[in-house]
């Protein structure tokens, strides 16, 4: 089989790609279906991109490479693709837009997009044995137990990352780049729920609350939740990506409130109330309850010091806690790290040393925040690519 660009992945970035790529197009995927990961995410509505979308957001060894294809393929370019294909959407928080039915409608659009392209998609199909030859690259499909020879102009790996290796994510990518000589910036699992190998957070399964989550240098004013392993939420997601083992998360659970000065006001008019209680005004009950073992909060308010006041307040506005460790690749939305970005083109995502070879998406080291930021890249970075091949 001869065609001019072959494409290996048929998630989010692989499909814009070969919609948007010329000539001869083929599209492989081991999967039953294309754009699993678009199906399920966002609840299955897919928060299919951010309306505050720019390079501040992603995180990679070079800060500076995905400027290029986020300004050359924007936030509104594919909200414009939506709204020309009818999906109607809507803004939750933050800048994250959704669709307002499902996230189907997005594989959709881009499955109508191939097709328009006259893309040949292959599923349930496997690459292997890639190679470079004077005429571009040469590898083996494989499907029903048959083999075929498949001789391309150009090569574009759109495979992803590791994470939910259930839906079939490898690290197929990696181990592609590392044949044709190129590093890999560490991988590790991101945007991912922190576990506690003691179980301190059982009794508090279900419970939500707005909180303040800082890791390394980075924190996140969003929601956090209580489960039977650990923490999760957005907020909790979004700092696991500048989380190191070893290292605290530090946890502000009244980032937006002057406590102390509300607890203060509060002795003076009813200090009769208990302690307990009026901090139970400004947090979930079962959490005070649970905190209040480690501060011994017993008491009325009329009972308690300034400086009493002042402890508890620095306590549930500077809660630090050591996690085991996270859920890893099996519930991590994305992996972070990945191709080292000094390899490739950052106008075009070419391997600057194999003219050729491309690669896209999550496989690149660059790893967005929660809310759309990931899959902007996918669309940016296969865009970038796209066009060069157009």
Same mark, same amino acid.
């Given at each position: 089989?001869?065609?001019?660009?072959?494409?290996?992945?048929?998630?989010?970035?692989?499909?814009?790609?070969?919609?948007?790529?010329?000539?001869?197009? @083929?599209?492989? %995927?081991? +999967? $039953?279906?294309? !754009?699993?990961? &678009?199906?399920?995410?966002?609840?299955?509505?897919?928060? /299919? *991109?951010?309306?505050?979308?720019?390079?501040?957001?992603?995180?990679?060894?070079?800060?500076?490479?995905?400027?290029?294809?986020?300004?050359?393929?924007?936030?509104?370019?594919?909200?414009?693709?939506?709204?020309?294909?009818?999906?109607?959407?809507?803004?939750?928080?933050?800048?994250?837009?959704?669709?307002?039915?499902?996230?189907?409608?997005?594989?959709?659009?881009?499955?109508?997009?191939?097709?328009?392209?006259?893309?040949?998609?292959?599923?349930?199909?496997?690459?292997?044995?890639?190679?470079?030859?004077?005429?571009?690259?040469?590898?083996?499909?494989?499907?029903?137990?048959?083999?075929?020879?498949?001789?391309?102009?150009?090569?574009?790996?759109?495979?992803?990352?590791?994470?939910?290796?259930?839906?079939?994510?490898?690290? @197929?990518?990696? %181990?592609? +780049? $590392?044949?044709? !000589?190129?590093? &890999?910036?560490?991988?590790?699992?991101?945007?991912?729920? /922190? *576990?506690?190998?003691?179980?301190?957070?059982?009794?508090?399964?279900?419970?939500?609350?707005?909180?303040?989550?800082?890791?390394?240098?980075?924190?996140?004013?969003?929601?956090?939740?209580?489960?039977?392993?650990?923490?999760?939420?957005?907020?909790?997601?979004?700092?696991?990506?500048?989380?190191?083992?070893?290292?605290?998360?530090?946890?502000?659970?009244?980032?937006?409130?002057?406590?102390?000065?509300?607890?203060?006001?509060?002795?003076?008019?009813?200090?009769?109330?208990?302690?307990?209680?009026?901090?139970?005004?400004?947090?979930?009950?079962?959490?005070?309850?649970?905190?209040?073992?480690?501060?011994?909060?017993?008491?009325?308010?009329?009972?308690?010091?300034?400086?009493?006041?002042?402890?508890?307040?620095?306590?549930?506005?500077?809660?630090?806690?050591?996690?085991?460790?996270?859920?890893?690749?099996?519930?991590?939305?994305?992996?972070?790290?990945?191709?080292? *970005?000094?390899?490739?083109?950052?106008?075009?995502?070419?391997?600057?040393?194999?003219?050729?070879?491309?690669?896209?998406?999550?496989?690149?080291?660059?790893?967005?925040?929660?809310?759309?930021?990931?899959?902007?890249?996918?669309?940016?970075?296969?865009?970038?690519?796209?066009?060069?091949?157009?």
């Amino acid at each position: 089989m001869q065609v001019d660009v072959a494409i290996i992945g048929a998630g989010a970035a692989g499909m814009m790609c070969a919609a948007h790529a010329r000539g001869r197009v @083929l599209l492989i %995927d081991h +999967a $039953k279906a294309p !754009g699993e990961k &678009i199906r399920i995410s966002g609840g299955g509505r897919c928060n /299919f *991109t951010n309306m505050h979308c720019d390079a501040n957001a992603f995180l990679s060894r070079n800060l500076h490479f995905a400027k290029s294809a986020l300004a050359r393929y924007t936030q509104w370019d594919f909200i414009d693709l939506v709204d020309r294909f009818g999906i109607a959407w809507h803004e939750k928080t933050l800048g994250q837009l959704f669709c307002d039915t499902s996230a189907k409608e997005i594989i959709a659009m881009l499955r109508a997009l191939m097709q328009d392209n006259n893309v040949d998609l292959h599923l349930r199909t496997s690459a292997r044995g890639f190679e470079k030859t004077p005429e571009g690259f040469r590898f083996l499909v494989e499907s029903d137990g048959q083999a075929t020879l498949v001789q391309a102009k150009i090569l574009v790996v759109a495979t992803g990352g590791k994470s939910i290796p259930k839906m079939g994510a490898t690290g @197929l990518a990696y %181990d592609v +780049a $590392k044949q044709f !000589g190129l590093a &890999i910036t560490e991988t590790r699992p991101a945007l991912v729920p /922190f *576990t506690f190998s003691d179980g301190r957070f059982a009794a508090l399964s279900g419970i939500s609350t707005a909180a303040r989550v800082t890791a390394g240098q980075a924190g996140f004013d969003e929601a956090i939740l209580f489960t039977h392993r650990g923490l999760s939420g957005p907020a909790v997601l979004q700092a696991s990506s500048y989380w190191r083992e070893g290292k605290p998360v530090t946890i502000n659970l009244v980032p937006q409130q002057n406590i102390l000065g509300d607890l203060k006001a509060k002795r003076a008019s009813a200090g009769r109330r208990n302690l307990s209680n009026e901090l139970a005004e400004f947090l979930p009950a079962r959490l005070i309850d649970h905190i209040g073992t480690e501060l011994n909060l017993t008491g009325n308010l009329a009972d308690q010091s300034d400086q009493r006041l002042a402890d508890v307040t620095r306590h549930l506005q500077n809660w630090v806690l050591y996690p085991s460790g996270t859920e890893g690749y099996r519930t991590a939305e994305v992996t972070l790290g990945g191709v080292d *970005t000094d390899a490739l083109s950052a106008k075009t995502m070419e391997v600057k040393s194999v003219p050729g070879l491309f690669f896209i998406g999550e496989a690149v080291d660059v790893t967005g925040w929660l809310g759309g930021y990931n899959f902007q890249w996918a669309w940016s970075s296969a865009m970038a690519a796209a066009r060069h091949l157009a």
